[in-house]
């Protein structure tokens, strides 16, 4: 079977450590007397980023010449939609972490349409379940996606894109945060899903590049020793500014090291040498990450009003995370496979038979 195609398991357990370092993060910004003791997790939010790069290379890795755009439309709304309108649901029962997470009935059909990241300014951002923002980007990527992939055909394009898009990226972040005000700072370079494109076609361009031949000259253990490093630059970056490093530009010092990561970890499937991130436990975890994702903060609204309880602060912060994962594990084999996969075959009896993507 052709290197280009084939499963790349440790990339589904990857999948698990973004959406965990997401959670932690939430965790660490929520439950505010642990917040010094969760330090390390407040730069967890560059897991989002890790996802859109992500999700460009696995659809590019994965895709087939030939597949029509409809069914892949179609298999996309069966990936994400069933779970994301059922998390949205449940998130009407819970408590708001900010006035901006209450419930609010002009927000339905914007979340329900993953529109909500296309209105500057809006309190729909975070609207019934506040993660969801991230998904509202991920439908613009696929949207795109079909017509993006054939202009990146040309190996010299795909080199040209991959120093072009950072680039801008950053330009774009230091332009903007200099002449813009923080809160629209925040969305142009934050939520606004134009810009997140950029990570979306860097995913694209990596899987197309190993694609044409390139084969990564780093193990997994270095890539992942450059995103540790990174990681904690971060800290150091902070202390010299003396306040948080901006989360854009958080975003982008972390992205050779995702970029690395996930190259590293291809060729270590590929050339079968993968050793933990290939095993059962974390590749089940990755299968868990998306309902991971979804459901954690929910999670999170019901325990924080008890977040301050004396003695009870660590306790709840496990549970949190405890129940967080059993919850993914129960919402991934009862709601988000069957949806899926029910999707997907009542699509395909109205289309008749399609390549299948992933």
């Given at each position: 079977m052709p290197a280009f195609g084939r499963h790349l398991p440790s990339l589904t357990a990857l999948r698990f450590f973004a959406a965990f370092a997401v959670l932690m993060y939430h965790l660490h910004l929520y439950f505010t007397p642990l917040a010094g003791g969760l330090a390390l997790f407040g730069y967890g939010f560059t897991g989002?980023?890790?996802?859109?790069?992500?999700?460009?290379?696995?659809?590019?890795?994965s895709y087939r010449e030939g597949s029509s755009p409809r069914t892949f439309y179609w298999h996309r709304i069966a990936r994400i939609w069933p779970l994301h309108l059922l998390t949205s649901a449940l998130a009407v029962f819970a408590p708001p972490l900010t006035p901006a997470t209450a419930f609010n009935w002009t927000s339905v059909p914007f979340v329900a349409s993953l529109t909500q990241a296309w209105i500057p300014a809006s309190p729909f951002?975070?609207?019934?379940?506040?993660?969801?923002?991230?998904?509202?980007?991920?439908?613009?990527?696929?949207?795109?996606?079909?017509v993006l992939?054939?202009?990146?055909?040309?190996?010299?394009?795909?080199?040209?894109?991959?120093?072009?898009?950072?680039?801008?990226?950053?330009?774009?972040?230091?332009?903007?945060?200099?002449?813009?005000?923080?809160?629209?700072?925040?969305?142009?370079?934050?939520?606004?899903?134009l810009y997140r494109?950029?990570?979306?076609?860097?995913?694209?361009?990596?899987?197309?590049v190993m694609s044409h031949g390139w084969v990564p000259r780093f193990s997994p253990?270095?890539?992942?020793?450059?995103?540790?490093?990174?990681?904690?630059?971060?800290?150091?970056?902070?202390?010299?500014?003396?306040?948080?490093?901006?989360?854009?530009?958080?975003?982008?010092?972390?992205?050779?090291?995702?970029?690395a990561i996930i190259a590293a970890c291809s060729q270590a499937d590929l050339s079968g040498t993968t050793r933990l991130l290939g095993s059962p436990a974390?590749?089940?975890?990755?299968?868990?990450?998306?309902?991971?994702?979804?459901?954690?903060?929910?999670?999170?609204?019901?325990?924080?009003?008890?977040a301050?309880?004396?003695?009870?602060?660590?306790l709840l912060a496990g549970a949190v995370v405890l129940a967080s994962v059993i919850l993914s594990g129960l919402l991934h084999e009862f709601v988000e496979k069957p949806a899926e996969r029910w999707?997907?075959?009542?699509?395909?009896e109205r289309t008749g038979p399609q390549v299948q993507h992933p």
């Open positions: 989002v980023s890790f996802f859109f790069i992500l999700s460009g290379f696995v659809l590019t890795w951002l975070g609207s019934y379940n506040g993660v969801s923002w991230s998904l509202s980007c991920e439908a613009f990527f696929y949207l795109v996606f079909p992939l054939p202009k990146m055909a040309l190996s010299t394009r795909v080199s040209r894109v991959m120093i072009a898009v950072p680039l801008l990226m950053l330009l774009m972040s230091l332009g903007l945060t200099v002449v813009s005000s923080v809160a629209a700072a925040d969305y142009l370079l934050g939520s606004m899903p494109l950029g990570e979306f076609v860097l995913g694209i361009g990596l899987a197309k253990g270095q890539a992942a020793f450059l995103l540790f490093a990174l990681y904690l630059g971060l800290f150091g970056l902070s202390h010299l500014l003396d306040r948080p490093v901006p989360v854009t530009l958080a975003n982008l010092i972390l992205v050779p090291a995702f970029l974390l590749i089940r975890l990755g299968q868990w990450s998306f309902a991971l994702y979804l459901v954690h903060e929910l999670v999170l609204r019901f325990a924080k009003p008890y301050n309880a004396p003695g009870l602060t660590i999707l997907r075959q009542s699509g395909k």
